[in-house]
């Protein structure tokens, strides 16, 4: 894009935002990605680029002409948006990102990109996504053994149980001291009080014959 010494900001921010999304086309052309609708028809200085693995939003700043390269980072089962400091990715880790200046060349841009950028977000989105399927996972298995446990003790799930969190609670006054008992994943702790000594004896009997 050529610019003109003699513009004030007003139109030169106004100059860059026009020609904004035909720049992110040609980028993504570039990058052979495919650049998505607006999302938001009142912010046209925020695209997003679809790749094969993720899409990354490219955020104009109009006054230094940069472009913020981010990523967009997948969702869990309940909705809620997992990044990179939520994987197994060591701790500290930064979501990737870089800065490239919309006056350049896109076809030079998309290159910086690909070089400086998209090895980095493939990586973290991969682990996001590996991320996403094990708490979906360990939901199904919490949601099947407190189903399970349920039916043994003739209990009844806590509907109300926090669904962001891979956990279930059995409601029961049917076992002597056990009033709630919390399944997560494929295990289920409870608490047992007030017993008589003769039945926290016979309890304390059983739980010993097991090996842990």
Request: glycine residues 6%; charged residues 25%.
């Amino acid at each position: 894009m050529n610019t003109n010494q003699t513009e004030t900001r007003d139109e030169r921010n106004a100059r860059l935002e026009a020609g904004f999304r035909v720049w992110c086309q040609a980028v993504a052309k570039h990058l052979g990605a495919t650049l998505e609708a607006p999302r938001n028809e009142e912010n046209p200085g925020s695209q997003s680029i679809r790749l094969v693995d993720g899409r990354i939003s490219l955020n104009l700043n109009r006054y230094e002409g940069k472009i913020h390269v981010s990523g967009n980072w997948p969702q869990d089962h309940t909705g809620q948006t997992v990044t990179p400091r939520d994987t197994r990715l060591p701790y500290g880790t930064k979501s990737a990102s870089i800065n490239v200046g919309l006056e350049r060349d896109p076809k030079a841009a998309a290159n910086d990109i690909a070089r400086r950028f998209v090895p980095d977000f493939a990586a973290q989105y991969a682990a996001c996504v590996e991320c996403v399927q094990g708490r979906a996972q360990r939901a199904n298995s919490t949601e099947a053994n407190a189903h399970k446990i349920a039916a043994a003790i003739g209990a009844g799930i806590d509907k109300n149980h926090d669904t962001r969190r891979s956990e279930a609670n059995l409601s029961t006054s049917l076992l002597a001291g056990i009033h709630t008992v919390t399944v997560d994943n494929d295990s289920a702790s409870f608490h047992v009080r007030s017993l008589p000594v003769d039945q926290a004896i016979q309890v304390l009997q059983l739980l010993k014959s097991f090996k842990v």
